[in-house]
């Protein structure tokens, strides 16, 4: 195999996947730190045997997933892995992502809600608490409309409360991705196909004030039920819309 040996087919990329993996693995196995350098390319393309080129597009994958950095005319050093290296890969998907695959990103959603409210009930403070009920009092209680639900104070309303709750929850990984699950762009894609759906809730704030009553009791099992009720409603919802004659992607 030469240097110009193209890796834009199947095949190519596949090699290239194997090899992002086994730098992941030489990184491991030889406990590189933040900060720590890579062998040059040369070394590494002869240690895997595959071309340089197979090694520089894997190396393009890596920079890409913001596990190295690449500098030019030093080589490639081991990145700090931040929570939120996962948000831009997941932001992405949900912009792209055809309707029916939202569906997915809700259960994850489902799952990530219920944990941070059961760990709020514990470790939320007075004051956090306070600014959780000012929250969720500044919700609607009208009837949802398709036209104020989707209005940007809404949206940035309904954000906030979620966002309160994950970051009393202290678990950094929990708030990434509830900074991606409940972006604008997630929260009104979904919204535009739950309007499709006969089955809408009466208003806002009685979607999410059991949640609050169980954060305010310091009841965590009640807390994380009520959570995973409230996107699970959201769940159901957007199915009905997606499954009715009219439904498209």
């Keep these: 195999m030469t240097d110009e040996t193209p890796t834009t087919s199947s095949n190519g990329r596949y090699a290239v996947d194997l090899v992002v993996g086994r ?6 196995a030889n406990d590189l730190q933040p900060g720590d350098r890579l062998p040059p390319e040369r070394a590494l393309a002869a240690e895997m045997t595959v071309s340089r080129n197979t090694i520089r597009e894997a190396l393009s994958s890596l920079e890409h997933m913001g596990v190295i950095e690449i500098k030019r005319g030093s080589g490639a050093f081991v990145r700090k892995l931040e929570p939120h290296v996962l948000l831009d890969g997941v932001s992405f998907m949900i912009e792209v992502s055809p309707m029916a695959t939202l569906l997915d990103f809700l259960t994850l959603r489902r799952i990530v ?3 941070a409210a059961s760990l709020a009930t514990v470790r939320m403070t007075e004051a956090e608490l306070v600014g959780l009920r000012e929250c969720l009092e500044g919700m609607p ?17 309904d954000i906030r409360f979620h966002r309160l709750i994950c970051e009393a929850a202290r678990n950094p990984a929990l708030s990434t991705l509830d900074t991606a699950l409940n972006s604008s762009t997630f ?10 759906s006969s089955a809408r809730p009466a208003d806002a704030r009685s979607e999410h004030a059991p949640i609050f009553d169980a954060i305010r009791d310091r009841d965590p099992a009640r ?3 009520a959570a995973a009720a409230h996107v699970g409603a959201v769940e159901r919802r957007l199915r009905e819309a997606l499954e009715g004659p009219e439904s498209q992607d």
Excluded: C, M, N, W
């Excluded at 730098?23 to 491991?28: D, P």
């Excluded at 209680?141 to 940035?156: C, G, H, K, M, R």
């Design 187 to 196: 929260r009104l894609r979904v919204r535009g196909g739950v309007y499709r």
């Design 141 to 157: 209680e009208t009837p949802f409309d398709a036209e104020l639900d989707t209005s940007p104070e809404t949206v940035e309303q």
């Design 223 to 225: 807390a994380s039920a």
């Design 113 to 115: 809600e219920a944990e």
């Design 23 to 28: 730098i992941k693995t030489h990184i491991r």
